[in-house]
């Protein structure tokens, strides 16, 4: 039978107190995972840890910066001693900031490829030892629409997501051959806080023009749901998908594979 069981296993989700992260971390504890995670903030911890609770789920959860290589290695000492040694970790804290690129700063631009490019690095390699001495590992990084295409005023995050892709690759290439696979998800236009400003309604009331761009640029005719990624990272943690390695799994209602529609 295919084994998609995540029995025994420790997963680590990186911000996940909320978001794309919180429902992919709910869907790997459904599937059995001891499930960690971090989050900038005490308060978002607390609340994710009773929303986890509620579920069943049995969680751990740190305050930690994933741009701070200090504070990576001493929450992963932790979980190691804690808990145990990561067998699946997902890479999902991320932001993005909306800004020209002739207007945006420098320091505003290294912010977003830090926390979506070089966090990634830096806690993929914090755990990337572990998983050599248990012989096995599943690295799934939260990759992007922005991984494939641009669009304005979000070139720190197309730059960023588009070599989150890259490493993605690189990481299945150098770690392939001590059981560890490293794979991709590229989430389509999912609805959360992230996104909200571009689903706001205009002040009389009518759909944000955005709102309505995407619905027509989806197959799917919807935007998405965090629930929509709990399948997907679920493979990509199990068993199942142990000789798929190097992979971008878009889950996008089908964008990447649409001209989009005729104007009337
Ligand atoms: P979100 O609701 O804004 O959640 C982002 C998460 O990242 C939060 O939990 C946040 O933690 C965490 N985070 C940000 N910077 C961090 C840092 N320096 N250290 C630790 N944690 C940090 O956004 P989302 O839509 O769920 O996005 C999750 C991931 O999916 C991101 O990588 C995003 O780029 C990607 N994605 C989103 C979409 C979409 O349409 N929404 C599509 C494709 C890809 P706290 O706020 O708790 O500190
Ligand atoms: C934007 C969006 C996107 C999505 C997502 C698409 O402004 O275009 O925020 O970049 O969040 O990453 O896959």
């Known amino acids: 039978m295919v084994n998609f ?31 960690v995670f971090n989050s900038r903030s005490q308060e ?10 509620e579920k069943g789920i049995e969680a751990r959860g ?16 932790k979980i190691e001693k804690e808990v145990g040694v990561v067998d699946i970790l997902v890479n999902n804290a991320g932001i993005i900031r909306r800004i020209p690129m002739h207007e945006m700063s420098l320091d505003e631009f290294r912010l977003v490829v830090d926390t979506d490019l070089t966090a990634p690095f830096i806690v993929s390699k914090a755990v990337i030892p572990g998983m ?6 599943k690295i799934i990084n939260i990759c992007s629409m922005m991984s494939e295409l641009g669009r304005e005023t979000v070139s720190a995050y197309a730059a960023a997501k588009g070599g989150l892709k890259m490493l993605t690759r690189n990481i299945a ?52 749901t965090p629930d929509d990624l ?33 104007p009337k």
Not at 216 to 222: C, F, G, H, L, Q
Not at 238 to 262: M, P, R, T, W
């Open 5 to 35: 069981s995540l029995d025994g296993k420790v997963a680590l989700v990186t911000g996940a107190a909320h978001g794309i992260g919180f429902s992919m971390a709910e869907a790997l504890g459904e599937a059995g995972a001891k499930i």
């Open 44 to 53: 978002h911890v607390d609340k994710a840890l009773a929303a986890f609770a």
């Open 62 to 77: 740190f305050v930690c910066d994933v741009n701070d290589e200090v504070q990576v290695k001493d929450m992963v000492e």
């Open 132 to 137: 050599i001495r248990k012989g096995h590992g």
């Open 173 to 224: 290439s150098e770690y392939g051959e001590y059981n560890i696979q490293c794979n991709g998800i590229g989430p389509g236009y999912i609805a959360t806080s992230q996104t909200a400003p571009l689903r706001e309604p205009q002040p009389d009331g009518s759909r944000h023009p955005f709102d309505a761009f995407i619905v027509s640029k989806t197959p799917a005719a919807r935007w998405g």
């Open 230 to 262: 709990k399948g997907p990272v679920v493979f990509l943690a199990s068993e199942a998908s142990d000789f798929v390695n190097g992979h971008i799994l878009y889950v996008d209602g089908g964008i990447l594979a649409y001209i989009g529609k005729q």
